[in-house]
Every structure is written in C-alpha cells, then in structure tokens.
C-alpha cells in the first residue's frame, strides 16, 4: 500500500525567506507522479508543482521548487523569497498507477511579516 | 471555464436524515474522484469515475454512501442515514483525458447533528 509522510505538522518562515517542507513516501512502483498542493484557509486545494518519477530533473515552478530523491523515496518543496500569500495548509500527494491519489497530513506553513 | 464547482458549500442535517452533493467538474474533464477531509487530515480517496463508469472505490464508502455520474458529466454522492461521524469537507476534483493532475473544487462542508 503507498502511504505519504509529512512529518511537519508545522512550520515557520520569515518573509523573503526559504524554506523546505518535507514529504517522503512508500511504494512498490517505479512509475508514478508527486505533488504538492496547496489550501489556504478558503479550503480550495490548489495545485502548486508536479513531478513524474520517471524524469530526474527536479521540477520548478516560479519560486517553488522540488527535490526529488527516488531512491530515497523523499520529495520536499523549497519556497524561495516567501510571501504572506504563502501561508497556508501544504499537502504531498502520491498518484500511482491506477490514477488513485493518497495524501499526507500536511504542514500549515505560517509566514512572518 | 470556472473551474470545478460544489453544490451545497454547506450543508447541515440531522442524524439519520439523508443528504446528497453534487460536484460538476472542469468540462471535458472524464475523470471525477470524491474525497473526504477531515480537521487536521488530508483528504481520504472515497471513489472515482472515468467517464460515466465508477471504477474505484474506497473500503471507506460504507454501504450508505453512493456515488452516480450518470451522463459522464457531473455527479451526485449521496450519504444515507447519516451519523455524526461523517461530518467532514467532501471534496471533488476533475482530471483530464492524459494530464495526471486533479484539480479541485471548493468542497462541501457536512454538519451532522
């Protein structure tokens, strides 16, 4: 079964600062994609980065990135040059082979002015 | 296009009463899953359909949750003799034909009393 750990129930970050959110992973697949979503407190999940397990080059968006260790089952989010729009809940998700989507608990990313 | 939309945002009932949800996804979108959040909690995959064929379903669906997308377009998830414990967000999410990512709608928020 694929479970997703998120062992961050919470985290800080001063404005125009990084940081890293962390995600790790178990499965028995080679072939599946990675995500982090975000919900702000209106509760909307919103995409923020995809990854497929078959490209080792970590996928960026803007001022979001990833680092994707498949061999250590590992996928953490870098927010560089945080915003107060960057608060919120941050969620991994696994998809696997049979287009069934598990979560983990989460991280409330809170952002200091 | 809108975006995935959720019919009733909230909805607060009486145990034992039945309530429905209907969830009309991103159009063209063939894929619909249903999720449950709980506080705290990331979402929890109840089911999902690719066009009108229900194809998954999560041991979580009780027999007293039933899930229809009868046209492939939107769908309906219907809770029988509700109890307490099923007061959660039910959230939808919408996937193209190939793309690999769902995107959600703003979920309904179930009260039982």
């Known amino acids: 079964a694929q479970t997703v750990t998120q062992s961050q129930p919470e985290m800080s970050v001063q404005e125009a600062e990084t940081v890293t959110l962390s995600c790790t992973y178990d499965?028995?697949?080679?072939?599946?994609?990675l995500f982090w979503y975000k919900q702000p407190p209106s509760r909307q999940m919103i995409l923020v980065i995809r990854q497929e397990a078959y490209k080792q080059q970590n996928a960026t968006e803007n001022r979001f990135s990833v680092n994707f260790q498949k061999a250590a089952k590992s996928f953490s989010l870098k927010i560089s040059d945080s915003q107060l729009g960057d608060a919120a809940m941050y969620f991994c998700a696994y998809r696997n082979t049979g287009n069934q989507f598990y979560f983990g608990t989460g991280t409330s990313l809170t952002v200091i002015p | 296009d809108t975006g995935v939309s959720q019919d009733p945002r909230h909805k607060i009932t009486k145990r034992g009463q039945n309530v429905t949800f209907r969830c009309d996804p991103i159009s063209e979108h063939n894929r619909l899953y249903w999720y449950r959040q709980t506080l705290g909690q990331g979402p929890e995959f109840l089911t999902y359909f690719q066009n009108e064929a229900q194809l998954e379903k999560s041991r979580l669906l009780s027999d007293r949750f039933s899930a229809e997308r009868p046209k492939g377009s939107f769908s309906t998830l219907e809770i029988q003799r509700t109890e307490q414990g099923d007061s959660a967000m039910y959230l939808c999410a919408s996937e193209g034909l190939g793309s690999a990512t769902q995107y959600f709608g703003p979920g309904t928020r179930l009260t039982v009393l």
């Open positions: 499965t028995s697949e080679s072939d599946y994609y």
